[in-house]
């Protein structure tokens, strides 16, 4: 009887070191033909944890989801598990996985991990933006928006509790008659990086510091940097300086990656188990 007390106390206190390391509530990069949502959970302890009986729960506005590991399930010493939200996809027929019958809303809301009852550990998730991921800074305590995402791997030491604000544009996109001045704004002690090339703007890009003169066909997208927050959304505008044609004209803006790129792109087959696009 000593012994059973003692081995299930090592095994309480083993599931213990479990926390809710990261979360994507709003997947935009398709990996194998599925861009799902997921929660990612990390053993911080020195020991392989077994998940057989746990439950992930997710809540919502008075809506309860929940995830029931099954038997066999485990996360190595110092290890991660990802679960992917697929809704109502059904679950790859090839490979090992999590699988969670619910999706993830952008609106945010709380993760848990239970066993039975008990609480092991809880994630509270504010509002969230696309592509950007919510957890453990350092794969520490602290809960932030994270710089960038980490699925399966150790997450970036930094955090942010905020978002810069995008920057506003002094003129609409659309037909110009004629070239004109472009001038950028940004919230107090923010600045702005931007592109001419339809790629997305980064701390490296050229530096907002005058009015762009535009003269020619251009797609400026921009962002904001501010220290201690997260950088802005990229903002985007195109300005065409053609004759009108008398009907609508439509213009899309996205990184050649997103369209061409074999892992990302939705233009091309792809190298992944299942192919970015299917055509008949």
Not at 95 to 105: C, H, K, M, R, V
Not at 180 to 192: N, Q, V
Request: with cysteine; glycine share 12%.
């Amino acid at each position: 009887l000593g012994l059973a007390i003692f081995l299930c106390c090592v095994f309480a206190a083993a599931r213990g070191e479990l926390q809710i390391n990261e979360v994507l509530a709003s997947n935009g990069r398709y990996e194998d033909g599925h861009a799902w949502e997921w929660i990612e959970l990390k053993n911080t302890g020195k020991e392989s944890v077994s998940l057989a009986g746990l439950t992930l729960r997710y809540q919502r506005k008075g809506e309860t989801y929940s995830y029931a590991f099954p038997q066999g399930a485990r996360i190595a010493a110092g290890g991660w598990a990802v679960v992917d939200c697929i809704g109502f996809d059904a679950p790859p027929r090839q490979g090992s996985g999590y699988y969670a019958a619910f999706s993830l809303s952008r609106k945010g809301g709380t993760v848990t991990l239970l066993q039975g009852e008990k609480t092991l550990d809880s994630l509270e998730m504010p509002a969230q933006w696309g592509n950007i991921s919510f957890g453990r800074a350092g794969d520490g305590a602290e809960a932030a928006y994270l710089p960038s995402v980490t699925r399966g791997g150790k997450n970036p030491a930094t955090g942010y509790q905020a978002r810069t604000e995008a920057p506003v544009f002094s003129q609409t996109g659309g037909l110009c008659a004629q070239g004109f001045s472009l001038m950028l704004t940004a919230e107090p002690g923010a600045e702005i990086r931007y592109t001419l090339d339809g790629s997305e703007p980064t701390e490296r890009s050229p530096r907002y510091t005058a009015p762009l003169a535009l003269e020619k066909n251009a797609c400026v997208r921009a962002r904001a940097f501010a220290p201690g927050k997260l950088p802005s959304e990229t903002a985007a505008q195109s300005y065409l300086f053609e004759k009108s044609a008398g009907v609508a004209v439509v213009s899309l803006v996205a990184d050649t990656r997103w369209l061409f790129d074999s892992k990302t792109g939705i233009l091309v087959p792809g190298n992944g188990k299942i192919k970015n696009y299917e055509r008949d």
